[in-house]
């Protein structure tokens, strides 16, 4: 797809689902698209436009290398400067909120103050359902309930004459490809929302979705869109990039008001983010940067985003030093070191039983734990320094000393990819968050 400008918004016209607003830039080099070019198309988007209020819901800090800080920061000045009042809230989900080193890091000189922090169990309003039955077609039969559709009331606010959601598109475990919609419902939504589509995900099977658009997770965020979220001032401002060397590299930027922009962003983040390997890897090594994984949650970034690469009777290691916890919150936390890492079958059995009601009211918990195990597959060991061994073991997962296995799989002389480390092959991954590893040969069956 060439770059491409077109059909920017009008003085005083903020977007709605009909409007025909398209802003996509994609680089023409593997060095990305420069800063000013980045910033200009930002700002084109918003150009003429009378605002008072603005709500920015850009993602955490466990998205850094999405740019979104970088675009908040541009969208917060220039509409401050312009006297407009700009609120900024962070998509959390079910994560802790930003703290202040992280907010400086990512977003720069926004006052830490004007960070609002999401709930999701209780900042949220209810504003319908996904049907059961229409559920029930998209996922084979597998999940027949419905879902209700909640969000955070000030995403409903009339004040605000423009909602801004920025954010990477990138392969998702449990939606398929990120961001756009799932920003909205999972990012600023509510616990029926969080966890059900999670479990439906679960249930329907990741590896059928991980890389892949119109899965049933993001059909029924769009059917939520459609159906609840049309009549919304929201402006979608979506990045694809890749950081091989810890810097953020912008491939792609599209900014739009509608599904379109979802689906063009897709294209190229399928091209950039998706690194297919001939054959499954026997032995691969994942470094989990201390300042963004502090906990297993996050941390199986690693197990999902490597499952499909992973050979049968393979070997995953962990490299955690900054992981210090299992759950984002007290109560996945103490879900997780109730019912650990085991399996599928055995998450859904425990999930059945009648006595297990804790499990069945946390369903985004019982499928992070479905997500986070190899199935036995392939064995997964955590090298930690802040949590003990004894507590990696005790949820599943293999454990060992990180100082031990970092001095022999050092992350400062490992390269990304493949390696050779005393006669062994070792493929090495400085940081999973921002990409799918695939076995070309399995993919291909």
Known sequence: MSPALCCPLTAASPPTAGCDMEIYKVAAADGGLPQAEIEQA??????????????????????FHSGAGYITQVYYNALTQRGC????????????????????????????????????????????E?????????????????????????????????????????????IGMSNHAKNLFVGVGGSDMINKSHMVGAVYGMERMMGRDNTP????????????????????????????????ITH???????????????????????????????KCVVYLPPDEFKSTWLGNKAVYRTRMAIADGGELIILAPGVERFGEDDECDRLIRKYGYRGRLNTLEQFNRPENADLRENMGAAAHLIHGSSD?????????????????EGVGFNSADYDELAKKYSPEKLSYGYNTVDGEEVYFIPNPALGLWINREKFEE
Not at 154 to 165: A, G
Not at 224 to 242: A, Y
Not at 256 to 282: H, M, W, Y
Not at 376 to 392: H, L
Request: glycine share 6%; charged share 25%.
């Open 252 to 282: 792609g930027l599209f900014i739009g008001s509608d599904r379109r922009c979802l689906t063009e962003a897709v294209k190229l983040a399928q091209q950039k983010n998706i690194d297919f390997v001939p054959t499954g890897i026997k």
């Open 42 to 63: 930002l700002l084109a988007a918003i150009d003429g436009m009378e605002l008072k209020n603005v709500l920015i819901l850009p993602p955490d800090f466990t998205r």
């Open 217 to 248: 997770v993001r059909k029924i965020f769009d059917y939520g869109m459609e159906h609840f979220l049309n009549k919304r001032p929201i402006l979608f401002v979506l990045t694809v990039t890749t950081a091989p060397a810890g810097e953020i």
């Open 130 to 174: 996904v049907p059961g039955d229409y559920i029930s077609r998209i996922t084979d039969g597998l999940w027949r309930d419905s879902v209700s559709v909640e969000i955070n009331r000030r995403v409903m606010d009339e004040k605000y004459d423009l909602i801004i959601s920025p954010g990477q598109v990138v392969p998702h475990e449990v």
């Open 85 to 128: 009042n700009v609120d900024v809230m962070p998509a959390l989900g079910t994560h802790a909120p930003v703290s202040p080193e992280q907010a400086k890091a990512m977003f720069g000189d926004i006052p830490y103050e004007k960070l609002i922090a999401h709930n999701w169990r209780t900042d949220v309003v209810k504003l319908g």
């Open 376 to 392: 036995g597959r392939f064995s997964v060991t955590y090298a930690v320094k802040n949590i003990s061994r004894a507590e990696i």
